[in-house]
Every structure is written in structure tokens, then in C-alpha cells.
């Protein structure tokens, strides 16, 4: 028997069809010895995010294991605010383009919803709107979630799927939601649509500094003193704060004929953070390259993504782990993020 509560936050989150799956996902573990806790599950459910961190809890141990069998995560903060953390066995490299599909042998996407339950038979997804929400296979942390497209489109992002994101994020506000671009931004399959969430706060969240650019309905301003190059978009409204990000990114991604060639060249994709703490948030981070010199080396594994434009340092090689130190950390961000000067001279045109 389900909670009324549960089954209320389940109706609300899909329409009928997907409800139902969503309530068969609960029945299953209502009904299974090994996980079946009454009391936890009678508790309060406050949004959609307490119970998909209850449903993905409960189904980690016997489909995706959250932490690598014999080696537990490791994480140093620095003194600049930003995080190194080692996470065992992650794949540095991991990037599904088409070329790389073919040599591992896939004939299928490994985002689609078949494939996905046809690698995973124990897996139990949950529906939310056009997305089905499934534990990432290679965490960052514990609950970490990948919000994928149920048809198979590119990755992209457009003011609609924002305004998605933000949807989610009212009904489960302990997520923060992220992007990476399908480019240089670190997307591991860029040939299906998807978003990932995690419920940590991470170190672009806290109280850098800002240059207000611009004040209105929704405000731009870049953060100061941050490594990496971030504009922040903020206000209260979802819509007005989605469509300024989709202003930036069409000026960042499509820049003025008026502005100099090298200048519009060097904004080649985009990471994005969505996250909402009172105000509606983006945080954008332009990118110039997708890997460091160090890391194309091979001293160093350290492939950036959103996460790690957001401030977390994330490596599977123990090596990088220890040898990260602030001064290298900070150069990685600066070093894959366009000029300040690029990024303003785009800017112009929407201030």
C-alpha cells in the first residue's frame, strides 16, 4: 500500500500513463524484503526530490553500486574554495561520439530508454515530464541522477528545456541541475539529450564576487575572482531568467558579424548549473578547449565538465588526485575557459 502522500507527489509529476509506472516502481519496493522499510517509506515525502533520493537508494545496491568495490572516494578542499576529489575508476576519457560507439562495439544508444533497461534488467527509472530519471552509472556523489530525453534527439539546451530544468527543480529543490555542451563541454554521449543532477552544493553557489552587468527581470553578472569564466543569470521569474541564458548563449554560441573573427571563434561550447536558492539561477561557463595541456600529456587525467567548472576538481587517477594542487587547479579552469574580454565583447550586445 502506498502512502497518500507519495501517491500524490507521483500524480503530479506525469501525466496518467507514466504515474502508473512511477506507482509500480514504489509497489516493487514496498514489496521487497530486502529493502522493505515501513516506516521510512510512511514518513513525510516532501517534493518529487525525497522520493526519487528514496527510490535511488534503494536500488543502487542490487543495479548501480554508488561507491567502487575496495576504494572509497577521497575529496581535499583547497584554499581557493575549490574541491579536488578522486572518484576510483572513473573513466577519464569516456566521451560516446559515433566514432567511439563503433570501436566499443555499441549499435545502440546507451541513453535510450531501451538500451538503458536492457544494460541495467533491475533498474527501476522513474518517470518526470519528457524525461526519465535513472542513477548516473559513474557517480560523482551519492544521488547523483541523469534526467534523460524519452526520444532520442541531440544534446541541447533551448529556453524549453530550461524551463524544464527549473520546473524540476521546484519540485525537487534539493537538486542542482547541470549541462555540459556536446562539444568541448564534456558531454559523454552527445548524440542523446540529457541533464544530470546531483544534491551537493557546489563552490560557484557560495559568495564570490560579482560585476552586476545587467539589472532587470533577470540580471547578468559575472563572477569575480572565480577561476574559470562564469556569467551568472538570476531572478525570480523562471521564464525571464530562461530566456536571458537562451540570449547569452545565442550571443556566445552565434556571435555579431561586428566582432572581431578571432574573438568569435574562441567561444566553441558551453557548461551550464541550474539551481535555485530563492532566486532562479544559471551559471554559464563559455569554453575555449575542452582539455587542459596537462591533461593531453597524459600526466594528469582531468577532463572538465560542468562539475568541475563549478568547482569540484574530479579525477579517477589517484596520481592527479594527490599531485592537484590549488595553482594547478585554478590554471585548468582559466586555461579551457574563453577571455574575459571575449566573453564581455559578446555581452555588449544584449547589455
Not at 315 to 320: I, M, P, V
Request: glycine share 6%; net charge negative.
Amino acid at each position: 500500500m502506498i502512502p497518500h502522500q507519495v501517491q500524490q507527489i507521483i500524480d503530479n509529476c506525469c501525466d496518467p500513463v507514466r504515474s502508473n509506472a512511477n506507482r509500480r516502481v514504489i509497489e516493487e519496493l514496498c514489496a521487497d524484503q530486502r529493502f522493505r522499510d515501513r516506516q521510512e517509506l510512511s514518513g513525510a515525502f516532501n517534493n518529487l526530490g525525497d522520493l526519487i533520493i528514496y527510490v535511488q537508494k534503494h536500488q543502487t545496491q542490487i543495479a548501480i553500486p554508488q561507491k567502487t568495490q575496495g576504494e572509497d572516494y577521497q575529496e581535499r578542499s583547497l584554499d581557493n574554495g575549490l574541491v579536488v576529489r578522486y572518484k576510483p575508476k572513473r573513466d577519464f576519457h569516456m566521451r560516446f561520439t559515433e566514432t567511439e560507439y563503433q570501436k566499443r562495439g555499441f549499435t545502440e544508444c546507451t541513453l535510450d530508454e531501451q538500451t538503458v533497461m536492457k544494460n541495467f534488467p533491475e533498474l527501476r527509472r522513474f518517470w518526470w515530464d519528457n524525461y526519465f530519471i535513472w542513477p548516473n552509472p559513474s557517480p560523482i556523489y551519492d544521488y547523483h541522477i541523469t534526467l534523460a530525453r524519452d526520444i532520442h534527439v541531440v544534446q541541447s539546451v533551448s529556453s524549453v528545456e530550461m524551463l524544464h530544468m527549473f520546473a524540476f527543480l521546484n519540485l525537487a529543490p534539493q537538486f542542482r541541475i547541470f549541462y555540459n555542451g556536446p562539444r568541448l563541454g564534456g558531454a559523454s554521449v552527445a548524440k542523446h539529450q540529457h541533464f544530470q543532477g546531483l544534491v551537493n552544493e557546489l563552490p560557484i553557489e557560495r559568495e564570490w564576487g560579482r560585476i552586476e552587468l545587467y539589472m532587470g527581470e533577470a540580471s547578468i553578472a559575472m563572477v569575480q575572482d572565480y577561476p574559470a569564466r562564469a556569467i551568472e543569470v538570476k531572478g525570480k521569474e523562471p521564464k525571464a531568467v530562461a530566456d536571458m541564458t537562451s540570449r547569452v548563449l545565442e550571443v556566445f554560441m552565434f556571435p555579431p558579424e561586428e566582432i572581431a573573427e578571432d574573438v568569435r571563434r574562441e567561444i566553441v561550447d558551453v557548461n551550464i548549473l541550474f539551481a535555485r536558492r530563492g532566486d532562479y539561477r544559471t551559471f554559464i561557463f563559455p569554453r575555449t578547449k575542452e582539455l587542459p595541456i596537462m591533461a593531453g600529456t597524459g600526466e594528469y587525467k582531468v577532463r572538465p565538465g560542468a562539475v568541475e567548472m563549478s568547482g569540484v576538481m574530479l579525477t579517477g587517477d589517484k596520481g592527479t588526485y594527490q599531485k592537484l594542487t590549488q595553482g594547478m587547479t585554478a590554471d585548468i579552469l582559466d586555461e579551457v575557459s574563453s577571455q574575459r574580454n571575449t566573453v564581455l565583447a559578446c555581452l555588449k550586445y544584449i547589455i
